[in-house]
């Protein structure tokens, strides 16, 4: 691997021993042809997951001393990815790594962040619903355009990294953050698939309320950026003021 990979995927690891195995195996496969490596992100699992990662010369684990939550993961995995282009993915399974060159692609056409959208989600009926509720409002109070937050699978130019701020509930947000920063964003459908081991670490109840207020917080925060834009460039001198 060179010293600075073309990609960075960024996987952040919570309890998922079951899956990594899975995942890895397939991430390896579909980047063969990538200059690549992976980044783990382990939120103080208390399983066995840091022993089920396959160790390379394109592998990298972070370790949390503690759990502190999938966004404290993502923005450690994003600050410490040295590829030019970065790449998100949950490590359940229901993120398809076969998407990952789609995403890619869009890339080379000119986009910043692209975001996955799951078109044919394998979740309960009540569990879609609340997710299409929830993304309405925050779409629609945060401006960002986007239909499908939710989804973990996004690829974006290492630059647009600059634009995050460490919070919990940092990941709901990502587009939104990086679209007020001035980067240009696009969608792809990307596949969902079921869940096939472990459980989810959200409930309705868990978030709704934090996710709120987040949400406000980040209108808050859009609202007041600011852009500097100089008249022309500016003048070399002598050195004297």
């Avoid at 990298?60 to 450690?76: C, D, H, M, P, W």
């Avoid at 001035?182 to 472990?198: C, D, L, M, N, T």
């Amino acid at each position: 691997m060179t010293a600075n990979p073309h990609i960075s995927v960024v996987i952040p690891v919570y309890n998922e021993a079951e899956s990594l195995a899975q995942l890895q195996s397939e991430l390896t496969k579909v980047l063969t042809d990538y200059d690549h490596e992976l980044i783990f992100v382990d939120d103080g699992s208390d399983d066995n997951s840091l022993q089920m990662i396959h160790r390379g010369s394109r592998v990298r684990v972070l370790e949390f001393a503690k759990n502190t939550g999938q966004s404290a993961a993502i923005y450690a995995g994003l600050r410490a990815a040295r590829g030019a282009v970065l790449v998100l993915i949950d490590s359940d399974l229901q993120n398809d790594p076969n998407d990952i060159p789609r995403l890619l692609v869009e890339i080379e056409r000119g986009a910043d962040l692209v975001c996955g959208f799951r078109t044919k989600r394998k979740d309960t009926w009540f569990k879609r619903l609340q997710s299409k509720i929830a993304n309405a409002v925050r779409s629609r109070f945060t401006k960002d355009g986007v239909r499908d937050t939710g989804c973990t699978l996004k690829a974006m130019r290492r630059e647009c990294r600059e634009a995050l701020v460490a919070f919990y509930g940092m990941h709901r947000f990502i587009p939104a953050l990086i679209k007020g920063a001035g980067y240009r964003i696009v969608e792809v459908p990307v596949q969902h698939r079921a869940r096939q081991y472990g459980s989810s670490k959200y409930s309705f109840g868990n978030r709704a309320w934090r996710a709120t207020i987040d949400m406000i917080g980040v209108r808050w925060l859009l609202s007041r950026q600011f852009q500097i834009r100089m008249k022309r460039p500016a003048e070399s001198g002598d050195g004297e003021h």
